[in-house]
């Protein structure tokens, strides 16, 4: 079993559209959890942490079920530069590494 | 923010050469940088971790005598890929630990280099 499972898309939606994202991870010793955005041939960029009670960033907001080891991101009001991967990431207690899912495609169309 | 930087930001060579990717942290030092390599639409997949002072600790199924680390200061590491070959064609990527003051444990990515070999 992969350490952290992504839903396998792609998302092809409209502008405008409300979009969510799934994730889940096998280690429950896991601490910290990011949402990274990784557009074509370009490193990976931290988009945002997911904490327990979960976070908003404008149209974007995460949430972390521990008891369920599970991770979404919900993308409200979609935009055309939304048109991306978005990674689930994982890591363990302080520095280590992180894991990454294998990223979800988002294609957002006028 | 912090920035890393990676060098050179793509490389084409022929078999059986062998090709060196710098990674420096431009304004913090980093006790602890990572090495990624990302295959074509494929997760980003650790393959070693470097430590400054120390030797690298690599993850399963990557062979220390092919990609060789050196951490030999604060800010720079560096992977070298001997006797490169088609195969080892990918996408790698460096991150670096920042660990100063309050910044525990943020990592920072570099923007990667585009290895094909020939």
């Known amino acids: 079993r992969k350490e952290v499972e992504q839903d396998p898309g792609p998302f092809n939606v409209p502008e405008g559209a409300t979009v969510a994202f799934n994730c889940t991870y096998s280690n429950s010793a896991s601490q910290s959890f990011f949402w990274y955005r990784q557009d074509c041939r370009k490193e990976p960029k931290l988009l945002m942490s997911v904490y327990s009670s979960g976070n908003e960033d404008g149209r974007f907001t995460a949430q972390l079920n521990r008891a369920s080891q599970y991770i979404s991101l919900l993308i409200r009001d979609s935009k055309l530069s939304d048109s991306a991967t978005y990674l689930c990431v994982v890591k363990g207690q302080a520095g280590t590494a992180l894991i990454f899912g294998k990223g979800t495609t988002l294609s957002v169309s006028s | 923010g912090a920035v890393v930087s990676q060098h050179p930001s793509w490389v084409i060579c022929k078999s059986g050469t062998s090709v060196k990717i710098e990674c420096r942290s431009l304004?913090?030092?980093?006790?602890?940088m990572f090495w990624y390599r990302q295959f074509p639409k494929q997760s980003l997949m650790l393959m070693a971790t470097?430590?400054?002072?120390?030797?690298?600790?690599?993850e399963q199924g990557v062979e220390k005598d092919k990609f060789l680390i050196n951490h030999a200061s604060l800010t720079l590491s560096t992977l070298t890929v001997t006797s490169a070959h088609p195969e080892d064609s990918s996408f790698y990527i460096c991150?670096?630990?920042?660990?100063?003051?309050?910044?525990?444990?943020?990592?920072?990515f570099g923007p990667g280099t585009r290895l094909t070999v020939l």
């Open positions: 304004d913090f030092q980093a006790t602890t």
């Open positions: 991150s670096a630990r920042d660990n100063r003051g309050h910044l525990t444990d943020t990592q920072y």
């Open positions: 470097s430590n400054e002072g120390s030797k690298a600790t690599y």
